[in-house]
């Protein structure tokens, strides 16, 4: 699934051991990891480490002496390499905290206005949705249409890519269909009819064998990818479905509703697990962390909530903001939370401590979008005072003002390797930094 290259080295000869393979560093979207590949009884087997406290600040010889009391595979004889892949992280880490973005290209995407913009994993090429019907293709790097995906019959409203694949693309539309399609070739795979209301978000899980669609009329439904079928309908919500999300593993799906619950469905049976009960006002948003022990939830009540996934109680409620909280997510390790609301800030907060551990003040509307970069080192705002901002997340700092665009902006994104930013604004236009 990863193309980086691998860092190879002789096995030590330990033959009553497990033998060391192949330690090599992977710096996924989600996390900071690395991944050892050893052979025992003549099978050759992984096991991954976590890099969750990484920083550029970092002792790695300190940090790599508490990774080998826990880890007998990473030998004295190993320690110099690991440190070395380590530090080839800590650098990268390093330059995306340097990098500053510019304005790279300005399209004007469609005739009337846009809904929704993605990334494909590595940014080379993006996608929007617009009230025109129509979604397209887009290359990233030459701000070339590449191809309209056509055959909806009202407004594309919900889009994804299958990342990290990023072979196909699923859009959601308000003619009450999703559709399925090649990225490479612009080909419908399929088209998923059933609902009987409009789509209004979409999700494919992490192994891109199911999208997910939830709609106005109260139902949530799971589609097979490879022959186009409903797999579940998933019904109890009394109200519109406006959020979904999978976890990591696939097991599990969340809804959120204009009801003012979340639900915890199982994905093989479409069982209800937990309603999360607490909010008093509609979902704007809800996530699984990485490790899908966690789940948060953002209200237009004013408050997060931070939930056991697996139990299905409530944690710790947030609060802080003076208006509707309309995003929240966490960061890719699950150490932090942020939230953005109509009142015109964002705040990150700590997911052990339940503190808030920064203020984001600046934007002059309210935030509909917040997200983290993949390295954890950054933060991106999208407002309707026709900015997006870039932030520290620990100290709350503004590092920069993306500015150019002539309405406010409501979708933005990072790409894989957090050096490409793409914003979406309403005049029919997205704009590309990089």
């Given amino acids: 699934m990863?193309?980086?290259?691998?860092?190879?080295?002789?096995?030590?000869?330990?033959?009553?051991?497990?033998?060391l393979v192949a330690p090599r560093a992977l710096p996924l979207p989600s996390r900071?990891?690395?991944i050892?590949?050893?052979v025992q009884g003549g099978e050759l087997k992984t096991k991954s480490i976590d890099l969750l406290d990484l920083s550029p600040g970092t002792d790695v010889g300190a940090l790599v002496e508490e990774i080998r009391k826990a880890e007998p595979l990473i030998t004295a004889s190993r320690k110099e390499q690991v440190i070395h892949l380590i530090l080839r992280l800590q650098e990268k880490l390093g330059q995306q905290e340097d990098h500053k973005f510019y304005l790279f290209k300005v399209l004007r995407a469609h005739i009337l206005p846009l809904t929704n913009v993605a990334f494909n994993k590595s940014g080379s090429c993006f996608i929007t949705g617009s009230y025109d019907r129509t979604c397209k293709i887009w290359d990233t790097a030459s701000g070339e249409e590449l191809r309209t995906l056509e055959g909806?019959?009202?407004?594309?409203?919900?889009?994804?890519?299958?990342?990290?694949?990023?072979?196909?693309?699923?859009?959601g539309s308000f003619d009450k269909t999703c559709k399925l399609w090649s990225a490479e070739t612009g080909k419908c795979y399929h088209t998923f009819r059933g609902h009987t209301a409009e789509i209004v978000c979409l999700s494919f899980n992490l192994q891109s064998t199911l999208i997910a669609t939830g709609s106005m009329d109260?139902?949530?439904k799971l589609w097979d990818i490879q022959n186009g079928e409903e797999v579940v309908m998933l019904t109890g919500h009394s109200a519109e479905i406006i959020a979904l999300s999978f976890n990591t593993t696939g097991d599990r799906i969340i809804t959120g509703s204009f009801d003012h619950?979340?639900?915890v469905w199982d994905v093989g049976t479409g069982r209800k697990l937990h309603t999360l009960i607490g909010h008093r006002a509609e979902i704007s948003s809800a996530q699984f962390n990485w490790d899908c022990s966690l789940i948060v939830t953002g209200s237009m009540d004013k408050t997060c909530m931070l939930w056991n996934a697996v139990t299905g109680t409530r944690v710790a409620t947030l609060t802080g903001h003076d208006d509707e909280v309309l995003d929240v997510c966490f960061?890719?390790?699950?150490?932090?939370?942020a939230t953005s609301s109509a009142d015109g800030s964002a705040r990150v907060y700590n997911a052990e401590t339940k503190k808030c551990i920064a203020k984001l003040e600046g934007h002059g509307g309210e935030i509909s979008k917040i997200c983290f970069n993949p390295q954890g080192s950054r933060i991106l705002t999208a407002s309707s005072d026709k900015t997006a901002r870039l932030w520290d997340p620990h100290t709350g700092q503004c590092i920069q003002i993306l500015e150019g665009h002539t309405d406010e902006i409501f979708s933005s994104a990072f790409n894989y390797?957090?050096?490409i930013i793409i914003t979406g604004y309403q005049n029919s236009a997205g704009g590309v930094c990089s």
């Fill in 261 to 263: 619950t979340v639900v």
């Fill in 36 to 38: 050892l590949e050893y």
């Fill in 331 to 337: 960061d890719y390790t699950g150490q932090r939370i």
């Fill in 152 to 171: 909806h019959r009202n407004v594309v409203y919900a889009i994804a890519f299958n990342n990290p694949y990023g072979d196909k693309i699923a859009t």
């Fill in 417 to 419: 390797k957090g050096d």
């Fill in 32 to 34: 900071m990891w690395i």
């Fill in 218 to 220: 109260t139902t949530a």
């Fill in 2 to 19: 990863d193309s980086r290259p691998r860092h190879a080295c002789g096995a030590e000869a330990r033959p009553a051991d497990p033998q």
